[in-house]
């Protein structure tokens, strides 16, 4: 049950602590999940060190969780300040870890333009385990991409942080038992550091970030498995009204709704500039980025024809240093 609710190392590490007698295989899978997490965490703090970037959810959250407990994690969550900063990682990873680029998303909008990469390299056990990743983007949260707006700069305590962060992923899959440990360590952080203030300041902070129905949906998820305190029972009380207006903001032409495409990868042949640079197409655009070009797409199913002629452009910007004439170029 724990291995089909993602949670089977917690799961281990709970009944270790338990003194349960765990099996050689159970152990070893343990120790090796240890070394991914804390593996992962350093490389967030490496980056976040060496190129100004904010590491989301992961430490921070597990930071604050019993000392026994471990919390599982995937990859590590990266917010850099700009672009610039934004391949510098992607760069960096590429040479400390061999780690190669699994897509480049480019968001535009009225708010300019906002990029981010998935970068993967192999697990410790590549057999058996899924590979180390890590996100990189140069915005905190992206929404839905349909009714909700690219919030760049997350909240600076690790209790709402982490918070947000948790019901933002409702845009990409459905809560898991992982989110309702990190919202119960979150929710008890976050009322001892603010006390009678906590409903005011969520609901404030729930109003900025555009998350009050997500944000209601996991207290409500997390409330019959771990009843939740009267403060956040006032909390989500407040949330009621509040989801319902942020609600009928999620419109079609919202402010700083971004419109999302997709890198489709022509070559590896960097560009010139720490910056994705698009240059337009008859039929579809092509970037040039510190990775390679790509073919930039709203809709994954491609025809044979544009990659062909994406292919062809891009051989012609790489003639041309990776420039193309002023006309055709949209930063």
């Given at each position: 049950?724990?291995?089909?609710?993602?949670?089977?190392?917690?799961?281990?590490?709970?009944?270790?602590?338990?003194?349960?007698?765990?099996?050689?295989?159970?152990?070893?899978?343990?120790?090796?999940?240890?070394?991914?997490?804390?593996?992962?965490?350093?490389?967030?703090?490496?980056?976040?060190?060496?190129?100004?970037?904010?590491?989301?959810?992961?430490?921070?959250?597990?930071?604050?969780?019993?000392?026994?407990?471990?919390?599982?994690?995937?990859?590590?969550?990266?917010?850099?300040?700009?672009?610039?900063?934004?391949?510098?990682?992607?760069?960096?990873?590429?040479?400390?870890?061999?780690?190669?680029?699994?897509?480049?998303?480019?968001?535009?909008?009225?708010?300019g333009r906002h990029v981010?990469?998935?970068?993967?390299?192999?697990?410790?056990?590549?057999?058996?385990?899924?590979?180390?990743?890590?996100?990189?983007?140069?915005?905190?949260?992206?929404?839905?991409?349909?009714?909700?707006?690219?919030?760049?700069?997350?909240?600076e305590h690790d209790d709402?942080?982490?918070?947000?962060?948790?019901?933002?992923?409702?845009?990409?899959?459905?809560?898991?038992?992982?989110?309702?440990?990190?919202?119960?360590?979150?929710?008890?952080?976050?009322?001892?550091?603010?006390?009678?203030?906590?409903?005011?300041?969520?609901?404030?902070?729930?109003?900025?970030?555009?998350?009050?129905?997500?944000?209601?949906?996991?207290?409500?998820?997390?409330?019959?498995?771990?009843?939740?305190?009267?403060?956040?029972?006032?909390?989500?009380?407040?949330?009621?009204?509040?989801?319902?207006?942020?609600?009928?903001?999620?419109?079609?032409?919202?402010?700083?709704?971004?419109?999302?495409?997709?890198?489709?990868?022509?070559?590896?042949?960097?560009?010139?500039?720490?910056?994705?640079?698009?240059?337009?197409?008859?039929?579809?655009?092509?970037?040039?980025?510190?990775?390679?070009?790509?073919?930039?797409?709203?809709?994954?199913?491609?025809?044979?024809?544009?990659?062909?002629?994406?292919?062809?452009?891009?051989?012609?910007?790489?003639?041309?240093?990776?420039?193309?004439?002023?006309?055709?170029?949209?930063?």
């Amino acid at each position: 049950m724990a291995a089909k609710a993602g949670i089977l190392a917690t799961w281990l590490s709970s009944a270790q602590a338990r003194d349960i007698e765990l099996t050689r295989a159970a152990t070893e899978y343990l120790e090796r999940t240890r070394r991914r997490v804390a593996e992962l965490a350093r490389v967030g703090d490496e980056q976040a060190a060496a190129h100004g970037l904010t590491v989301l959810k992961g430490r921070r959250i597990a930071a604050h969780m019993p000392g026994w407990m471990l919390r599982q994690s995937g990859d590590v969550d990266l917010v850099a300040p700009g672009e610039e900063a934004l391949w510098a990682c992607v760069l960096d990873l590429s040479a400390r870890y061999d780690a190669v680029p699994q897509g480049v998303s480019v968001m535009d909008g009225e708010f300019g333009r906002h990029v981010c990469v998935a970068m993967k390299w192999p697990a410790e056990e590549p057999h058996l385990d899924k590979p180390m990743g890590a996100d990189i983007a140069t915005c905190a949260f992206s929404g839905d991409l349909k009714g909700v707006p690219v919030r760049t700069v997350p909240p600076e305590h690790d209790d709402l942080c982490g918070l947000f962060a948790v019901a933002e992923e409702r845009f990409q899959r459905k809560f898991r038992i992982k989110d309702l440990l990190d919202f119960a360590v979150l929710a008890e952080l976050a009322e001892r550091r603010l006390g009678d203030a906590l409903v005011g300041v969520v609901l404030e902070h729930v109003e900025a970030l555009a998350l009050a129905p997500e944000l209601r949906a996991l207290i409500r998820k997390a409330d019959p498995w771990s009843p939740v305190s009267p403060r956040w029972r006032a909390t989500l009380d407040e949330l009621g009204p509040a989801a319902k207006a942020e609600k009928a903001r999620r419109r079609p032409g919202r402010a700083g709704v971004a419109r999302l495409r997709f890198g489709f990868p022509l070559d590896t042949v960097p560009s010139r500039e720490p910056r994705v640079t698009v240059h337009r197409g008859p039929r579809a655009d092509v970037a040039t980025t510190p990775i390679g070009a790509c073919l930039l797409v709203a809709d994954p199913v491609l025809t044979e024809d544009v990659v062909a002629e994406a292919l062809g452009h891009a051989r012609t910007l790489e003639a041309e240093g990776g420039e193309s004439h002023a006309a055709h170029r949209d930063r």
